[in-house]
Structures are given as C-alpha cells and as structure tokens.
C-alpha cells in the first residue's frame, strides 16, 4: 500500500521559504515519479513540479527560478525548496506517486 505523508507547511511572510517534504512508503521512488500540486481555495489544482525516477525534473512556469524539487531514493523522500514565496503561492501542497496521493500540507503566505 502506497503511503505519502506531506510535511513542513505554514505560515510565511512574503518573500520567506519553506522546504516542505514528502515522506513515501510502498513505493520505490527509483522507479516511480513523484508530483506536487497546489490547490488555493475556490481554485483548481495546478501541477507545481516532478521529479523522475532517475532525478529529471519539471516545473510550472511560476515555480521555475523560485522552486526546487529533490530526492533521496535510499530514504524514500522528496522535498520541494520553495524560495522567493508570494501570496499567491497560498494552497494547500500535495505530492501524488503509483496513483497516491498525500493528505497534504498547508503554505500561507502573508504579511
């Protein structure tokens, strides 16, 4: 059984960082990729960043320059380094892998 586990959301000021991370078990991170979206309130989902099995990655238009997504396979996590944060990155963070999804992570981003 798949299992992800978000962590490391809360509440910044523009312009802060938050590292958030995302904690699998059941899959093999080597041979799976791994997603986060975001969702606002009242708003879609919008796909952030992905990282593959073998480390390739891929980012939304207003993640790129600001966000970075990495892995460790051996301790089965993948983190997303969020720098440079705005108001409009307030969502609630998922990562999604093998057709699981985690509970979550909220970022607020405020002054």
């Known amino acids: 059984q798949v299992q992800l586990v978000e962590s490391g959301g809360g509440s910044v000021q523009p312009g802060g960082s938050l590292r958030l991370a995302c904690a699998a078990s059941g899959v093999t991170l080597s041979t799976n990729a791994v997603i986060w979206y975001r969702q606002a309130p009242g708003k879609e989902r919008d796909l952030v960043a992905t990282?593959?099995?073998?480390?390739?990655?891929y980012y939304a238009n207003f993640a790129k320059g600001r966000f970075t997504v990495s892995k460790d396979n051996a301790k089965s996590t993948v983190w997303l380094q969020m720098n440079n944060l705005a108001p409009e990155d307030t969502a609630v963070y998922y990562c999604?892998?093998?057709?699981?999804r985690g509970k979550g992570t909220p970022v607020t981003v405020s002054s």
């Open positions: 999604f892998a093998a057709g699981a």
């Open positions: 990282i593959g099995p073998t480390g390739g990655t």
